[in-house]
């Protein structure tokens, strides 16, 4: 049975890795079709979540099989039990894209507004976490884990500087109010986008370490601060 185990976990690992790629790039796309004004590249993406709906579901019923079949202990349990968790998230993110999609396909319509929004450059961050948190994933590594948990304190701040621009330039341009309020949802799109990685690199931590470190932020920081110090 330990062989079967084997392979069955082999070929999640092949699903959530095939799955992972396809949301990068949707979500990629998605961002493309914000900064580019492409409509037509948004209503692709708008369509291509239904494989990936279809991919999260396989992949929930297949961790599900492995369960009842095989019953894993110890290090295999906990990576179903990330996988699961994981799969959730990768495909609420492609979501997030569609609404993201979804924005630009109402900006496609609307001038530009005569602002910088900051859009590009948090949506770089944004696809940076979540290849960071992806290859944690694939390489078993911690330390990336925690990194890019981290750099989500970055996506917070950046998200509330476009809440307060958005709010004087409404005020100065009322006449860019869509505009603006288009962009400012995409910012809190990526916002969550970013909540959604990070909880894919806790998970990671947790596959790895066995170690829950939810709502542990703050603790990890202080430890890491004083081992800095420690070896200075």
Known sequence: MAIHLVREIEKLKKQILSLSAHVEENVRQAI??????DESLARKCIEEDKAIDIAEVDIEE??????????????????LVAILKINRDLERISDIGVSIAQRAIDLC??????IDFNIGFMAEKVQTMFSQSLDAL???????????WFADDEIDTLCAENYTLAEQQITKTPEQTRELLN?????????RMADHVANISKDVIYMIEGEIVRHRKKIIKERIRQAEQSAE
């Not at 493309?32 to 004004?37: A, C, D, F, L, N």
């Not at 961790?63 to 906990?78: G, N, S, Y």
């Open 138 to 148: 694939i390489n078993r590594d911690s330390r990336l884990a925690r990194e890019t």
């Open 62 to 79: 297949e961790c599900l099989k492995i369960f009842a079949l095989h019953q894993p202990v110890a290090h295999d349990l906990r990576y």
């Open 109 to 114: 319509s609307l001038p530009e507004p005569t």
């Open 183 to 191: 962009l400012l949802s995409i910012s809190r799109s990526l916002e």
């Open 32 to 37: 493309k079709s914000v900064t580019e004004r």
